[in-house]
């Protein structure tokens, strides 16, 4: 019985160990879901240390950022996200939303431009751009 208790210890101890960085990322989406941002970055945090090359928690945690207004933050994991995928239309568009709030309007139509070049129907890089435009110009 004692060996049957003990194996059973292990085998807990062992599986919350075992912890992948998917499953942190699945974690992290279900608390971003439910509200919890500040939980989801933490897990976001956790894949991200086990997975340096994560790029969709890159991604998404710049997006959990951005609603917390940590703008700094959000910067850096968007740009990251396009370093380790320049592909990303999504995340230029967040880096424009965050150069936007930054007032930063050149930066915020350069990255509209970016997202438009690899996804022609994104109609937040073309509203953002506009109001860029429009901003920049004053």
């Known amino acids: 019985m004692k060996n049957l208790l003990f194996a059973s210890l292990m085998m807990m101890t062992c599986s919350i160990w075992a912890q992948s960085a998917t499953g942190y990322f699945d974690k992290a989406m279900k608390k971003a879901e439910a ?8 897990d976001y945090n956790k894949a991200i240390q086990m997975s340096p090359k994560f790029v969709e928690a890159y991604q998404n945690r710049g997006v959990a950022k951005f ?3 940590d703008l700094k933050g959000a910067q850096a994991d968007f740009s990251k996200t396009i370093e380790l995928d320049n592909m990303n239309a999504d995340a230029f568009t967040g880096r424009a939303n965050v150069n936007y709030k930054l007032q930063k ?3 915020t139509i350069d990255d509209c431009t970016s997202s438009l070049g690899l996804n022609p129907k994104d109609y937040i890089a073309y509203n953002l751009r506009g109001l860029a435009y429009s901003e920049h110009w004053r």
């Open 35 to 42: 509200g919890n941002t500040k939980g989801a970055i933490a």
């Open 67 to 69: 609603k917390l207004n």
């Open 105 to 107: 309007y050149q930066e």
